[in-house]
């Protein structure tokens, strides 16, 4: 074993000869240390770290995963999985994300650096022992500590390398469906937003618009003249998101697939012919995105669509998602051939069934390709969860030579920790179930920690038939979310927000409304997080140590000055809210005028109406907002409100760039410094503009600890 230090508090502990994955991007010196920090170890054909919990520790992180914030009590395997039932026994979900922090008298941060499978036994076999299953003796093993778990999840941000900014249009209202066909659909659901003044920014193309699904095609006969179109669309203000699959159709004269096999491109079978799998074309070859030139040349495969005007796009069926191999279609078939006239009973019946509920996304099928890496095969297997980063790190790299300075959205089904600099994911396809909004609230910050900032849910559930109310508690959360997108499957109920009865549609319009008038503050906060390695969305126990705090699932803390407390439950007209120190109430009915209510430290059963989202704003914090618009672009931020509560003095630093550039890294981005303090009965307020964007004036709404309100609207001083 090697021991590293990285930084002061990190220290990396190297086992045997582990795949370079990327993840980290620091190095560090060698020390001497001749065990690993907390665990006992034991070392057989596989590594198996054990730890002895207390009863009060809490183990926060293991990002896109199920059960609850404290992760204590499950089984996770880190081994991204294609599985869109995300029922509650299901132990692996898209991501694999193995960073976690142990809080409690002793508390550290652990992440294991391999990009096979990992087995996170949280106390589920012994109530008490944390243990860690690696599938493999070459591992890299990271150690963090710090003061708190806010600040291991800062120092484990830190080595891991800048993270994804989207375009500042990317913070809007985006609208998707698998199921539009053509052009006259899209424009159609262009029109019903519009007439229903529904705030919308992009609109996605599924897997609808190509031609028999091949990658980076376009069917002449559903989407002809493909840049007008796009051209069109976005003079009406909405950007179109295609999908971009894993698998490259096999077929003769589709020059994707005779570029990959002319070239060597794509991951091979045993015989070192290229694997063959079957997705939505039928039968594929998967890129080897671990070859370096592979992703290249596939990265710059989204140039003709970024040529069209496109200048945004999402990466799908990237674990990689198999439908079927010819292997396993034959099995099950003679299994099935075999059963015939014959009398069944109950194990011969499963055992028909299982055969082919097996099929897909089989065990034996990723054991049975590879990838070649510095000129040696090596098993998929053991990289699997390398894929999807890779993939969407080739999208990167292509925009990167494509256009240098331009911020494009990208995100990704499948991930891996360390993606995160390439672009965000969504939680893949749920369903329209309660428990589901509950799991995204759960899931938001243990994302945020492994490094995904940009992030959210498909809103109302992909699969199943979202009702008004789930559809409404739904978006009152996803506003929150920076990436905020409404997504269903074919078959489904509509769920565009103008689907709905008259009522309705009016609340989700107001609540879509709202997103805009929070784009100031949640762009913000957002980029002050990517910049300092921190994160969005904390659980209350990252700024509040108290105990009951620390048992708070169902509330999130969202940038310095919100915390927010989403309805889940069905036909619910309130629900019970922790404050951990006095609170403002902001109740925002569909006016989105104040209704503030000065709330003490405790418990208190709060009535919520369907129509109403309940905001909290932090003692002596302040939010920053601006007028609402049609989309982004729309949005005139030369002067902005702000809510603030203060007893005695408060300050907030509010960031703006251009939204278009990369230029922020080189500095070029405003910060506002906003600073209000009490004098007597009187607040004095003074605001100064650093940087180049222009906010002309202030419009602060004062509200002190005993509910008094004082308005003020100040001239902002440029430097």
């Not at 996605?204 to 028999?212: G, K, V």
């Not at 995204?440 to 900032?453: E, Q």
Request: aromatic letters at 14%; charged letters at 30%; hydrophobic letters at 35%.
């Amino acid at each position: 074993m090697k021991v590293y230090e990285i930084k002061q508090y990190v220290t990396k502990y190297t086992i045997g000869q582990p795949f370079a994955t990327e993840a980290v991007m620091q190095e560090g010196k060698p020390i001497q240390k001749k065990q690993i920090d907390y665990f006992q170890v034991e070392e057989k054909e596989e590594l198996c770290l054990k730890y002895k919990m207390d009863s009060e520790d809490i183990v926060w992180g293991l990002g896109e995963n199920q059960r609850g914030m404290n992760k204590r009590g499950g089984v996770y395997e880190s081994y991204c999985s294609d599985d869109p039932n995300h029922t509650p026994d299901k132990k692996s979900l898209y991501g694999a994300h193995n960073f976690f922090i142990m809080d409690g008298e002793v508390g550290f941060g652990v992440f294991i650096d391999y990009p096979g499978k990992v087995t996170f036994d949280v106390g589920f076999t012994h109530k008490d022992i944390l243990e860690i299953t690696i599938g493999t003796t070459d591992v890299d093993i990271y150690i963090i500590k710090g003061e708190n778990a806010r600040e291991i999840t800062r120092e484990f941000l830190a080595i891991l390398g800048e993270g994804y900014a989207p375009p500042k249009w990317a913070f809007g209202y985006q609208q998707s469906r698998w199921s539009y066909r053509d052009a006259q659909e899209v424009e159609k659901v262009a029109e019903d937003l519009l007439y229903n003044r529904i705030p919308c920014d992009s609109i996605y193309l599924d897997i609808d618009y190509m031609e028999d699904y091949k990658d980076f095609t376009i069917s002449k006969e559903n989407f002809p003249n493909f840049r007008d179109f796009v051209n069109r669309m976005k003079q009406k203000g909405f950007r179109l998101i295609p999908i971009i699959d894993a698998g490259v159709k096999i077929e003769e004269g589709y020059d994707v697939y005779e570029e990959g096999i002319a070239n060597n491109y794509f991951c091979l079978d045993k015989k070192g012919k290229p694997f063959v799998a079957a997705v939505w074309p039928g039968k594929v070859h998967f890129p080897d995105f671990l070859n370096p030139e592979a992703r290249k040349w596939f990265g710059l495969k989204y140039k003709d669509l970024i040529n069209d005007g496109i200048e945004g796009f999402w990466n799908d069926m990237n674990e990689p998602a198999i439908f079927y191999t010819e292997e396993g279609l034959k099995e099950a078939i003679e299994t099935a051939e075999t059963s015939k006239n014959k009398n069944l009973d109950i194990h011969s019946f499963f055992h028909l069934m299982d055969s082919f509920r097996g099929i897909s996304n089989s065990l034996k099928d990723y054991q049975s390709f590879y990838h070649r890496v510095e000129g040696e095969l090596v098993n998929h297997h053991e990289l699997h969860n390398l894929y999807g980063y890779n993939m969407t790190r080739a999208a990167a790299e292509g925009f990167e030579e494509i256009d240098p300075n331009k911020r494009f959205l990208l995100f990704s089904r499948a991930s891996y920790i360390g993606m995160h600099r390439y672009g965000g994911i969504w939680t893949g396809d749920n369903h329209s179930w309660w428990q589901h909004l509950l799991l995204n609230i759960k899931m938001m910050p243990s994302l945020n920690m492994c490094g995904f900032l940009y992030s959210g849910a498909d809103t109302g559930g992909f699969s199943g038939e979202v009702n008004q109310q789930l559809m409404i508690r739904w978006t009152q959360f996803s506003i929150f979310t920076p990436l905020f997108r409404n997504h269903s499957a074919m078959g489904t109920r509509r769920q565009e927000p103008f689907a709905f009865d008259g009522e309705t549609i009016e609340v989700l319009r107001s609540t879509i409304e709202l997103r805009y008038k929070l784009i100031p503050y949640i762009y913000s906060e957002y980029m002050k997080a990517l910049l300092k390695k921190d994160v969005y969305f904390q659980p209350l126990a990252f700024q509040y140590p108290d105990e009951r705090s620390r048992r708070v699932e169902d509330q999130l803390l969202v940038g310095e000055t919100l915390m927010i407390a989403p309805l889940y439950e069905e036909n619910a007209i309130g629900r019970y809210v922790w404050l951990p120190e006095e609170m403002l109430l902001w109740g925002v009915h569909k006016n989105h005028e104040g209704n503030y209510r000065v709330m003490e430290k405790g418990d208190h059963y709060l009535e919520v109406a369907l129509e109403e989202t309940p905001i909290f704003i932090r003692k002596n914090k302040m939010l920053v907002l601006g007028k609402t618009g049609l989309n982004v672009e729309a949005l005139d931020h030369r002067e902005l409100q702000m809510i603030a509560f203060v007893d005695t003095k408060a300050s907030y630093i509010y960031y703006d760039d251009d939204g278009k550039t990369k230029e922020f890294r080189n500095g070029n981005y405003t910060e506002i410094i906003v600073e209000i303090e009490k004098v007597g009965e009187i607040f004095k307020i003074k605001a100064e503009n650093r940087g180049n964007r222009t906010v002309e004036k202030l419009h602060v709404e004062v509200i002190d600890t005993r509910g008094n309100r004082r308005k003020q609207t100040i001239d902002v001083i440029h430097d």
